[in-house]
């Protein structure tokens, strides 16, 4: 899997652009505020049409334009694909593979899987709930569609059961829709639940070897997936899940009612991680949390080529800058095998095998040389 060329034209600060890469490494190059980033957000809409960093297409148009658009040829799974975005101001995007329309976004994740590791990452083990709530999401979303539609789902009847909580003392007849909403939550939910659980227990195994060999054996570290308390057996069938969430909605009721808010679901699930026994969001240490971190995202990429026979592209946005010489280069040899683009002000020390490496100023190409 891999990109062969993208074109951008009206994306972000590229108005006229194009480049192609090599199967290997790829290193882009410049200053701060230059275009790496956008550049390698680009790449990842193409797995899903989905960007790490903008809440809308809009923000991911040039200024002075009324659209923009990627065009990328693609290798997968055999087969070379061109797709295409077209993004517009205050209209519905537009989708193509191989110049036909995608119903769904997550027709492109059938392509294109990505992995992206960017600076706000390295605090994953230390930000909130909801950060690895998105990790996890991210990546199912890639290898499983049914996983996407069940998340979207579940998301959209909790913002309507969260309006109705929030509303229904000036309106009291908008609770007798209320049990409608929690048994499609609960459905939508078993689902939700049934694919973390199984995402997380193969995590677990990946993440926690890799992080013996970062440390060289002297962490331990242990993923655990939390959800609601009823759900007896989070690996188990999704219609004891379903029954599970029923009784914790239940018993929540009241609650709710009084709280204006939505007190049962997954949407509150997280990911725990403990090292050496103990929790690494209270007691890790600076280092261990980055390399708990660079463990969970390298393990997800070896996950995805587990899953489907193919390394995603990984996306290194300016991280290994963050990183001691020691932690760089274990990256560095870690991620040997598949197309990988790393940016940053300079070219990553250490050996990446043969590569590409590009300069970008002001949205331009620069090329320097192949290493």
Same mark, same amino acid.
């Given at each position: ?166 509303? $229904? ?141 193919? $390394? ?60």
């Amino acid at each position: 899997m891999r990109v062969l060329s993208i074109f951008l034209d009206g994306f972000r600060n590229y108005e006229d652009f194009s480049a192609s890469f090599v199967p290997g490494v790829n290193v882009i190059c410049g200053e701060n505020a230059q275009g790496k980033t956008n550049l390698l957000e680009a790449i990842g809409f193409l797995s899903g049409a989905k960007s790490h960093r903008a809440r809308g297409d809009k923000e991911l148009i040039s200024f002075h334009r009324d659209r923009g658009t990627i065009t990328a040829q693609v290798e997968s799974r055999g087969r070379d694909f061109l797709i295409e975005a077209q993004l517009f101001r205050g209209t519905r995007r537009k989708l193509f593979v191989n110049h036909v329309k995608c119903k769904t976004a997550g027709e492109l994740s059938g392509i294109v899987q990505t992995v992206l590791f960017c600076p706000e990452d390295l605090a994953l083990i230390k930000s909130g709930a909801a950060e690895r709530r998105a990790f996890l999401d991210q990546a199912i979303c890639q290898l499983r569609p049914r996983y996407a539609e069940a998340l979207s789902q579940y998301n959209k009847l909790l913002d309507h059961k969260t309006r109705i909580l929030r509303d $229904w003392e000036k309106n009291p007849g908008l609770l007798n829709v209320l049990e409608d909403f929690n048994e499609a939550m609960a459905r939508a939910g078993a689902l939700v639940i049934h694919y973390r659980a199984h995402f997380v227990k193969k995590l677990a195994v990946k993440a926690a070897q890799i992080q013996e060999e970062f440390s060289g054996g002297r962490e331990d570290l242990d993923l655990s997936y939390h959800t609601v308390s009823t759900v007896s057996d989070p690996l188990g069938p999704t219609v004891e899940i379903y029954e599970d969430l029923r009784r914790h909605q239940d018993s929540h009721a009241r609650a709710e009612l009084e709280a204006r808010s939505c007190l049962s679901g997954p949407h509150k699930d997280d990911l725990i991680a403990l090292i050496g026994g103990q929790s690494a969001r209270q007691f890790a240490s600076q280092g261990q949390t980055r390399t708990a971190a660079l463990s969970l995202k390298l393990a997800e990429r070896e996950l995805f080529q587990d899953d489907t026979g193919q $390394w995603p592209i990984l996306l290194l946005d300016d991280v290994l800058s963050e990183l001691d010489a020691r932690r760089q280069d274990f990256v560095l040899r870690r991620i040997k095998g598949g197309q990988v683009f790393i940016t940053g002000c300079e070219q990553p020390q250490g050996e990446f095998g043969e590569g590409l490496v590009l300069g970008i100023k002001a949205g331009k190409l620069e090329p320097i040389h192949e290493s």
